[in-house]
């Protein structure tokens, strides 16, 4: 009887089973993680956008608020001086409007201001919207509603 080398099929299709179940177990996790973590971003970055938009009030208070996101960036290296239109309060990825699977939105004028972020695609990179005003408390917007504006009445996060 000669000795076989290797495996047989009958083996080498149960690993790859096995493989395949221990993938269709994973992957939905996988997914929800980097939803959670897109939302985590989000929310920091809101809050980062509310910190700069009080500071842009404090430092330019006969302006207001800024009218846009691109107000809050800018190139401000050596000699530079930030300004009202180039404010340096932010980073130019988040100025872009977009960061970690939503898009950023912000509209501001001297009486106040509200700040936006929904999901590139509902609940494959976000599930929820979010959204502050001006008290700088940044309100969830549940199944991932496109939003353009923030009355402060939506649900706080906790």
């Known amino acids: 009887m000669r000795k076989q080398k290797g495996f047989s099929l009958i083996e080498l299709l149960i690993v790859v089973a096995i493989i395949l179940i221990i993938a269709a177990i994973a992957?939905?996790?996988?997914?929800?993680?980097?939803?959670?973590?897109?939302?985590?971003?989000?929310v920091a970055s809101v809050r980062t956008i509310n910190t700069a938009m009080v500071s842009y009030n404090s430092s330019y208070p006969s302006v207001g608020y800024a009218a846009n996101l691109q107000a809050l960036t800018g190139t401000c290296t050596g000699t530079v001086t930030p300004s009202s239109t180039s404010a340096c309060l932010i980073d130019t990825t988040l100025a872009g409007g977009t960061k970690s699977g939503y898009t950023f939105n912000a509209?501001?004028?001297?009486?106040?201001?509200?700040?936006?972020?929904?999901?590139?695609?509902?609940?494959?990179?976000?599930?929820?919207?979010?959204?502050?005003?001006?008290?700088a408390v940044v309100r969830e917007i549940p199944g991932g509603v496109a939003v353009s504006t923030c009355a402060g009445t939506e649900t706080p996060l906790q």
């Open 27 to 42: 992957i939905p996790n996988l997914l929800r993680a980097r939803i959670a973590s897109n939302e985590s971003s989000a």
């Open 107 to 135: 509209a501001g004028s001297s009486g106040g201001y509200a700040v936006w972020a929904n999901p590139v695609s509902v609940n494959t990179t976000g599930v929820n919207s979010f959204c502050s005003v001006a008290d």
